[in-house]
């Protein structure tokens, strides 16, 4: 739905099938068709008779003068120096697919294997190959299956997600933060807390969507695409992408639903799926039906959302069932949560006899309502998520017992490496408590992992803290406050959303 239609009725788009190979998706979604695009022979004499720039800068220069333009021809943007930038986009360390072939191993030659590529994916000979499946823990024991693709569709993927990010960074709305360039999960954690700390916030909906990525249905993704993207080559290369399925065995399993996790192209594909299914629609919802504030906050497939009535967070939250479900999509029924949160919640809840305020999850961080201990004020207090706490000690537990028998300065230089990646992500202000508990139950970890080694040898605590000090980093602030970063990053021109 635009933000700009007059209608402030919930429209509830039906499937229907496709006539063609590609039909349509304005007509399923109650869209009209895009003004002057579908006999064009290309994307850049759309809006003017001067060609653009042949390159992803005129392509992106295009996206943000028309947002109703369809590109027609978008894979001749597919080059050599486009692979080879996707190329060293890619994790050095990931593990090969079921072509054993590593990055570094790739290298060799590479840009006679790239010019190959390249030749294969315009003459249309390019095809992908299935994943390989592996599973990953989750912090609440449960398992997410992870996709492992062979590096030539990584480096290909990565090309074809340069190209949509050129269009669709025009069209995506300011309160999604996922998967975005220079956007990340602390921006997303800074706007939920200045909107909660400058807008009359008084309920928090913590939307949880139950198994995003494998429920995305292959015709919505196709659809939804064609809003923008006319290009039948580059359609039919991700659809190869979402039904090339995985290895089971000697024999591929295809995949009829679902977009893979751990495929290069997933996260874009799914900020495009929700961009339609969910941010416009929740824009306009705001501004035609709420009574009072609304703010939205989305990373992937993580919502957050702020009300200043319950009235408008109940109807809300009845609405997103409807429309998610128009999509395939569904609410964790025991994940997706209203609570009452914001600066009158302390007061609020003690007056109704009630225990503190609620608390809510995002992004490895739970979400307390507290007040300052000097001035008095409403503050939110962010600290690391228990659960993932406890996972991530469970996993250096039993990587120390692999290490058992390295030196002393090898396991050091790991758990340097370990700590300072953790304080990266959650030394923010308030959470110093949970930082501190983190090294100390590495600290008790590592010395009973030593006095394992030997029946004889013992190390008291003191010495032991001595030797730690070598490699454990020191625990500072890292991050700065929330209000301070957000308005440096938009600098007064984006408030609030």
Same mark, same amino acid.
């Given at each position: 739905?635009?933000?700009?239609?007059?209608?402030?009725?919930?429209?509830?788009?039906?499937?229907?099938?496709?006539?063609?190979?590609?039909?349509?998706?304005?007509?399923?979604?109650?869209?009209?068709?895009?003004?002057?695009?579908?006999?064009?022979?290309?994307?850049?004499?759309? *809006?003017?008779?001067? @060609?653009?720039?042949?390159?992803?800068?005129?392509?992106?220069?295009?996206?943000?003068?028309?947002?109703? /333009?369809?590109?027609?021809?978008?894979?001749?943007?597919?080059? /050599?120096?486009?692979?080879?930038?996707?190329?060293?986009?890619?994790?050095?360390?990931? @593990?090969?697919?079921?072509?054993?072939?590593?990055?570094?191993?790739?290298?060799?030659?590479?840009?006679?294997?790239?010019?190959?590529?390249?030749?294969?994916?315009?003459?249309?000979?390019?095809?992908?190959?299935?994943?390989?499946?592996?599973?990953?823990?989750?912090?609440?024991?449960?398992?997410?299956?992870?996709?492992?693709?062979?590096?030539?569709?990584? =480096?290909?993927?990565?090309?074809?997600?340069?190209?949509?990010?050129?269009?669709?960074?025009?069209?995506?709305?300011?309160?999604?933060?996922?998967?975005?360039?220079?956007?990340?999960?602390?921006?997303?954690?800074?706007?939920?807390?200045?909107? =909660?700390?400058?807008?009359?916030?008084?309920?928090?909906?913590?939307?949880?969507?139950?198994?995003?990525?494998?429920?995305?249905?292959?015709?919505?993704?196709?659809?939804?695409?064609?809003?923008?993207?006319?290009?039948?080559?580059? *359609?039919?290369?991700?659809?190869?992408?979402?039904? /090339?399925?995985?290895?089971?065995g000697d024999h591929a399993e295809r995949n009829e639903v679902?977009?893979?996790?751990?495929?290069?192209?997933?996260?874009?594909?799914?900020?495009?799926?929700?961009?339609?299914?969910?941010?416009?629609?929740?824009?306009?919802?705001?501004?035609?039906?709420?009574?009072?504030?609304?703010?939205?906050?989305?990373?992937?497939?993580?919502?957050?959302?702020?009300?200043?009535?319950?009235?408008?967070?109940?109807?809300?939250?009845?609405?997103?069932?409807?429309?998610?479900?128009?999509?395939?999509?569904?609410?964790?029924?025991?994940?997706?949560?209203?609570?009452?949160?914001?600066?009158?919640?302390?007061?609020?809840?003690?007056?109704?006899?009630?225990?503190?305020?609620?608390?809510?999850?995002?992004?490895?961080?739970?979400?307390?309502?507290?007040?300052?201990?000097?001035?008095?004020?409403?503050?939110?207090?962010?600290?690391? =998520?228990?659960?993932?706490?406890?996972?991530?000690?469970?996993?250096?537990?039993?990587?120390?017992?692999?290490?058992?028998?390295?030196?002393?300065v090898d396991t050091g230089k790991w758990l340097s490496r370990?700590?300072?990646?953790?304080?990266?992500?959650?030394?923010?202000?308030?959470?110093?408590?949970?930082?501190?508990?983190?090294?100390?139950? /590495?600290?008790?970890?590592?010395?009973?992992?030593?006095?394992?080694?030997?029946?004889?040898?013992?190390?008291?605590?003191?010495?032991?803290?001595?030797?730690?000090?070598?490699?454990?980093?020191?625990?500072? *602030?890292?991050?700065?406050?929330?209000?301070?970063?957000?308005?440096?990053?938009?600098?007064g021109r984006s408030p609030v959303r």
């Open positions: 739905m635009h933000a700009d239609e007059k209608s402030d009725k919930v429209i509830v788009p039906k499937k229907q099938p496709n006539n063609g190979e590609y039909s349509p998706a304005e007509a399923v979604e109650g869209r009209t068709l895009p003004k002057g695009n579908t006999g064009q022979a290309t994307a850049v004499r759309t *809006l003017s008779r001067v @060609a653009a720039s042949s390159g992803l800068a005129g392509v992106r220069q295009v996206a943000r003068q028309g947002k109703d /333009v369809q590109f027609t021809a978008l894979l001749h943007h597919i080059t /050599v120096p486009l692979l080879a930038d996707s190329y060293y986009a890619l994790k050095r360390g990931s @593990a090969p697919g079921i072509d054993g072939i590593t990055w570094q191993a790739y290298g060799n030659n590479l840009y006679g294997k790239l010019i190959e590529l390249h030749s294969r994916i315009h003459a249309g000979c390019y095809r992908a190959r299935p994943a390989r499946r592996t599973m990953i823990p989750k912090a609440d024991g449960s398992e997410r299956p992870l996709n492992i693709l062979c590096l030539e569709d990584k =480096i290909v993927q990565q090309a074809v997600v340069y190209v949509l990010e050129a269009i669709y960074e025009a069209d995506f709305m300011g309160f999604s933060y996922g998967f975005r360039p220079g956007r990340g999960q602390h921006d997303a954690l800074d706007a939920v807390s200045v909107g =909660i700390l400058r807008k009359p916030i008084n309920w928090v909906l913590d939307a949880d969507i139950q198994r995003f990525f494998d429920a995305m249905d292959h015709d919505w993704i196709m659809k939804l695409l064609q809003h923008r993207i006319g290009d039948k080559r580059l *359609l039919r290369l991700i659809r190869k992408w979402l039904k /090339v399925g995985v290895m089971n679902g977009s893979p996790q751990g495929a290069v192209i997933s996260p874009i594909l799914a900020n495009i799926y929700l961009h339609y299914a969910f941010d416009l629609w929740a824009h306009t919802w705001r501004q035609r039906r709420a009574s009072g504030d609304v703010i939205i906050i989305r990373y992937a497939d993580d919502v957050v959302l702020g009300f200043e009535h319950e009235a408008d967070a109940q109807l809300f939250q009845q609405h997103l069932h409807q429309r998610l479900k128009a999509f395939e999509l569904n609410l964790h029924p025991d994940k997706t949560r209203l609570i009452r949160f914001g600066r009158h919640a302390i007061r609020d809840r003690k007056r109704l006899g009630l225990r503190k305020p609620e608390t809510f999850d995002f992004l490895g961080f739970t979400h307390y309502c507290s007040m300052a201990r000097r001035s008095g004020n409403f503050i939110i207090v962010r600290k690391t =998520i228990k659960k993932r706490l406890r996972a991530t000690l469970k996993r250096i537990k039993a990587e120390l017992r692999r290490r058992l028998h390295d030196s002393v370990v700590l300072q990646g953790h304080l990266n992500y959650f030394s923010v202000s308030g959470n110093s408590p949970s930082i501190w508990l983190f090294f100390t139950e /590495v600290r008790k970890l590592w010395l009973k992992s030593l006095r394992r080694r030997s029946q004889k040898a013992y190390i008291n605590w003191g010495n032991f803290v001595r030797i730690t000090n070598r490699f454990f980093p020191r625990i500072r *602030l890292l991050h700065p406050h929330p209000c301070y970063r957000f308005d440096a990053r938009t600098r």
